[in-house]
């Protein structure tokens, strides 16, 4: 036989805090991150290789660039002359978290 113990607990929520949904939580993370766009120096901070590495193994990776290129539908910007490169923060960070770690080898 299950035996059940009903409690009505009562647990104070600091003003400066609230209480929402995990979902949410995501919801606004995303939207926080959208529309922005970084440089190169963001790239380097995100994956801890440097902006040579990353030209070399991700950015010009034959197989990678037309998916990655953002007229492609991509999240990166490829420079033209003069141009500087430019990264979708969202794309960015999807790319890190899900993919960076396929193309990692190699020297820094």
Same mark, same amino acid.
């Given at each position: 036989?299950?035996? %059940?113990?009903?409690?009505?607990?009562?647990?104070?929520?600091? #003003? #400066?805090?609230?209480?929402? =949904?995990?979902?949410? @939580?995501?919801?606004? =993370?995303? %939207?926080?991150?959208?529309?922005?766009?970084?440089?190169?120096? #963001? @790239?380097?901070?995100?994956?801890?290789?440097?902006?040579? $590495?990353?030209?070399?193994?991700?950015?010009? %990776?034959? %197989?990678?660039?037309?998916?990655?290129?953002?007229?492609?539908?991509? $999240?990166?910007?490829?420079?033209?002359?003069? #141009?500087? $490169?430019?990264?979708?923060?969202?794309?960015? =960070?999807?790319?890190?978290?899900?993919?960076?770690?396929?193309?990692?080898?190699?020297?820094?």
């Amino acid at each position: 036989m299950v035996q %059940n113990i009903n409690v009505n607990l009562a647990i104070p929520i600091p #003003d #400066d805090m609230i209480v929402i =949904k995990k979902t949410e @939580f995501e919801e606004l =993370k995303q %939207n926080e991150i959208k529309g922005q766009w970084v440089g190169m120096p #963001d @790239f380097v901070k995100h994956t801890g290789r440097s902006d040579v $590495w990353l030209k070399a193994h991700v950015l010009n %990776n034959i %197989n990678l660039r037309d998916r990655l290129d953002i007229e492609n539908g991509g $999240w990166v910007f490829y420079p033209r002359k003069g #141009d500087k $490169w430019l990264f979708k923060l969202s794309g960015l =960070k999807d790319f890190v978290e899900n993919e960076f770690s396929n193309y990692v080898g190699g020297s820094k």
